[in-house]
């Protein structure tokens, strides 16, 4: 087992810190706070990738920059907090990470936040979907 | 002490005329004593974005299953659900919901297992609400718990189990989820995870509608002709039919079943919630592929 990143860990912490009703309103925080998408990635929707294990239409893009920093970018409808709420976890996360960090993440880090109970299991594989598509995005990437 | 019935005019056309109310009707009358109104979405986190005042949420992973068994809740844990919503034995219940109101009419047929009178669904659902621009609010709604009784779960008039599936050939069965998944066409995909059914394809004899062809663009029902022309026309349901539907879980399945059932007078309509994640997945039982639905198995 490697180490989970800071950024990672911190989100963890905090969502563990709460009860099970204050869990929902921290994921709809989340929610709130996904980004647009940059312009260059508006314009160009043949980039983003659909999730399809998430009932919603949720898009994702993985970037590295020019300095090996690692970015999701997603983009899912304002009716859709939830899915909202875990692109903003992973985005928010996985940020600014090396490619060697965020492919080291273990694929259950869903499954660790302690949202089992408040969102369901099933739901929460949205959110393994969106984790696992960036790696493999990211591995044919590096490739 | 009953809740009068929507007299909006589409109704009527409907078979039983009582179980939709209309976004006009439940503006003026969501505060009316002996009425909740229920909130019960796909997506876990809708109702804390904003519902309609006064309105409780219900949702159908982390209330209405059990949390252990792959099965519903049972008499008494729908009792506690019931008396921590503020819903009493004679209340009347109006659920609403996004998506068409697919998730909203999974828990009206949970409500009916429970044997709940009055029961009905918001036309439009959460869609159409806003979309007129309707109220909608952050503010928790106050809830003082009520008595409401156990009450056994009655699962045989309106739920089918894989058994009665296999009882059933000769007699109709619909299919609810989109045609990719009736095919077969749509289950694995190399390297991507896997929703979970080892089998794709159909029940064999089963009539592929999907579900949203029910649902207008606006979220409503569509018109009892509209209704009659799908279900008894095309695919070719008659008075008296003993009909099972299913779909993945169940859940687009109940829509289909409250057409069935409320709209169009279907009165032996039962609604396979195992659907396609069990029987796609079920040693030995027979699956028929692509678009035509295939023959009964000889047995």
């Known amino acids: 087992m490697s180490a989970l990143p800071d950024s990672l860990t911190e989100i963890r912490e905090d969502f563990l810190a709460l009860e099970q009703k204050d869990r929902l309103l921290l994921l709809l925080e989340f929610a709130n706070e996904l980004p647009e998408l940059p312009q260059k990635f508006q314009d160009h929707p043949d980039l983003l990738e659909r999730v399809v294990e998430c009932q919603s239409p949720v898009f994702i893009f993985v970037e590295v920059d020019t300095a090996g920093a690692f970015h999701l970018h997603a983009t899912a409808p304002r009716e859709s907090p939830t899915t909202r709420g875990f692109a903003s976890i992973l985005a928010q996360g996985l940020d600014g990470l090396t490619a060697e960090q965020v492919l080291a993440v273990a694929d259950d880090y869903p499954q660790s936040i302690g949202l089992s109970e408040a969102v369901s299991p099933l739901r929460l594989r949205g959110m393994s979907a969106m984790l696992g598509r960036a790696k493999r995005q990211l591995r044919e990437r590096l490739a | ?299």
């Not at chain 2, 109702?47 to 099965?71: A, M, P, Q």
């Not at chain 2, 299913?246 to 309509?269: A, K, M, P, Q």
Request: aromatic share 10%; glycine share 8%; charged share 20%.
């Open chain 2, 1 to 299: 002490m009953t809740v009068p019935s929507d007299p909006t005019q589409k109704f009527a056309a409907y078979a039983h005329p009582s179980t939709l109310v209309s976004t006009e009707w439940l503006a003026e009358h969501h505060g009316d004593a002996g009425v909740v109104v229920v909130e019960s979405d796909e997506d876990v986190l809708l109702y804390e974005v904003g519902h309609i005042e006064g309105s409780v949420k219900i949702d159908w992973h982390t209330d209405l299953n059990d949390k252990v068994n792959r099965d519903y809740i049972d008499g008494a844990a729908f009792a506690a659900l019931m008396s921590s919503k503020g819903i009493t034995r004679d209340s009347t219940v109006i659920i609403y919901g996004d998506k068409s109101n697919w998730w909203a009419a999974y828990a009206l047929w949970v409500f009916t297992l429970f044997g709940h009178a009055d029961v009905r669904l918001l036309d439009g659902g959460r869609t159409k609400w806003l979309a007129e621009g309707r109220e909608i609010t952050t503010i928790a709604s106050p809830v003082i718990p009520s008595d409401y009784p156990v009450i056994p779960r009655n699962d045989a008039p309106i739920r089918a189990f894989k058994n009665d599936v296999l009882a059933h050939f000769g007699n109709p069965l619909i299919d609810v989820r989109s045609e990719e998944e009736y095919s077969g066409a749509r289950t694995t995909m190399p390297a991507y995870p896997e929703e979970g059914a080892l089998r794709g394809g159909h029940i064999p004899t089963a009539a592929s509608v999907p579900w949203a062809r029910a649902a207008a663009t606006d979220s409503t029902f569509r018109t009892r002709s509209e209704l009659d022309a799908i279900y008894r026309t095309e695919a070719g349901l008659a008075d008296g039919d003993d009909v099972i539907a299913y779909c993945r879980i169940g859940e687009r399945s109940s829509h289909t079943w409250f057409v069935l059932t409320h709209l169009l007078g279907f009165e032996n309509v039962r609604n396979y919630d195992g659907s396609w994640t069990e029987w796609g997945n079920a040693v030995a039982v027979p699956i028929a592929v692509g678009t035509e639905p295939g023959a009964a198995p000889q047995r």
